[in-house]
């Protein structure tokens, strides 16, 4: 069964989002298999944004990963790696449609909340990166 690797950023967690953010993901019908909090070292956020890394805003942005608890889990479901983007929403909270969870919560591009895998192989590739075998259940 598919699954995606999906990501509560600092910003988040400080604003008390976390119950919100799962639970539009369970209401939908998509399974929790994995979760766990963390503080990612920058070097690590570098290596999950290492796409972007010449993006001008890269640094600041693995800054934010790093600056406080992630919580970092992966969802399953029939399309869950494309519908859950779209439960997310557009990357700029500005473009984000109202009903999405950046639309709904977010305001900035730079604080934008939560993190989706955007394909097949990034989803693959994110879960091995945050998550031991063992962890997923
Ligand atoms: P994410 O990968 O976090 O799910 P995304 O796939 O919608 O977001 P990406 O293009 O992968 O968007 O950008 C990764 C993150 O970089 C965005 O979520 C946002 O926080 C930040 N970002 C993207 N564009 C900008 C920008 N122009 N200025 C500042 N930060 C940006
Ligand atoms: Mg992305």
């Known amino acids: 069964m598919e699954r995606t690797f999906i990501a509560i950023k600092p910003d988040g ?11 539009r993901f369970e209401r939908k019908g998509f399974k929790l298999v994995a979760i766990k ?26 800054e934010f990963l790093s600056s406080g608890p992630v919580i970092a889990m992966v969802w399953e479901g ?10 997310i ?4 909270p500005q473009k984000s449609e109202p009903g999405t969870i950046r639309g709904d ?7 934008n ?7 097949l192989e990034t989803a693959k590739n994110e879960i091995n990166l945050w998550f031991q075998p063992q962890e997923l259940v």
């Open 13 to 23: 967690g400080q604003r008390g989002l976390v119950a919100e953010i799962i639970c």
């Open 37 to 62: 909090m963390l503080v990612p070292s920058k070097e690590f956020a570098q290596k999950h944004y290492d796409d972007l890394k010449e993006k001008p805003f890269f640094d600041g942005l693995c």
């Open 89 to 92: 929403g557009a990357t700029d």
């Open 105 to 111: 919560l977010a305001v900035v591009v730079g604080r």
């Open 78 to 87: 029939e399309g869950v790696i494309k519908y859950g983007r779209k439960l």
């Open 113 to 119: 909340i939560i993190h989706g895998s955007d394909g």
